[in-house]
């Protein structure tokens, strides 16, 4: 159980071009989804905190203009990087949580890399 | 705000050897630590968390408070412990926000 997928695995634009990463929790409600990108090498940094129904929380320094996100429903979140340029091109993972609180535990997608030409 | 340290980015262990990843915290409060290892090619998951208390996988974590210290260890290493290793804090209740170390990368020599 507890199965978070990503879509698509990766993908390949150009500059200037938008694009859309779609992350959904397949077997439970997810009532917060965190937004990650993975530079080579380094560690994972949190961009932004979605919660269904409500306007995302970003990190500092994220450009919330730039990556767009939204949490339509409990099993979905969507990424949309706008106007991409070569400096996004990255690994960005999903995780989702089912509630708060002590024993609560965040489930990863499986990542997807974006290359921007 | 908070702050986890992996001082060591690779770590090369000979197979039966005991095995110690560092992770060190800042934290003005009482926080929660984990581990999540990745494997090749997979994705992230929770390897073990503080408040657990268990082994998994035959690693175990102390927090010490004192020291600011979650080091992961185990006695006797094997080749499938081979991973990316990331120690993660989680300041407090109702704000589920991790925050990353740079990662261990631990590899077992046969």
């Known amino acids: 159980g507890a199965v978070v997928s990503q879509h698509p695995s990766w993908v390949i634009c150009k500059s200037g071009t938008s694009v859309k990463i779609e992350c959904r929790s397949l077997d439970f409600q997810a009532t917060t989804m965190f937004w990650y990108r993975q530079f080579p090498k380094q560690s994972l940094m949190l961009m932004a905190t979605s919660n269904e129904g409500s306007k995302a929380t970003y990190e500092q320094g994220v450009e919330k203009d730039k990556f767009l996100i939204n949490h339509a429903s409990l099993t979905l979140s969507t990424l949309t990087v706008t106007s991409a340029h070569p400096e996004d091109s990255s690994f960005y993972i999903c995780?989702?949580?089912?509630?708060?609180?002590?024993?609560?535990?965040?489930?990863f997608g499986p990542g997807t890399r974006l290359t921007v030409l | 705000a908070q702050r986890v340290t992996q001082p060591e980015k690779l770590l090369s262990v000979f197979k039966g050897a005991p095995v110690e990843l560092k992770c060190n915290y800042s934290?003005?409060?009482?926080?929660?630590l984990f581990w999540y290892v990745q494997y090749s090619r997979q994705r992230l998951q929770l390897l073990l968390r503080h408040i657990s208390r268990e082994s998994i996988k035959g690693f175990t974590a102390d927090l010490n408070k004192g020291e600011t210290s979650f080091h992961l260890k185990k006695p006797f290493a094997q080749e499938e412990d081979s991973a990316m290793y990331y120690c993660a804090l989680r300041a407090n209740f109702g704000n589920e926000k991790l925050t990353f170390g740079t990662g261990t990368r631990l590899t077992i020599i046969p």
């Open positions: 995780s989702a949580t089912t509630g708060t609180g002590f024993f609560n535990e965040q489930f």
């Open positions: 934290y003005s409060g009482s926080p929660e």
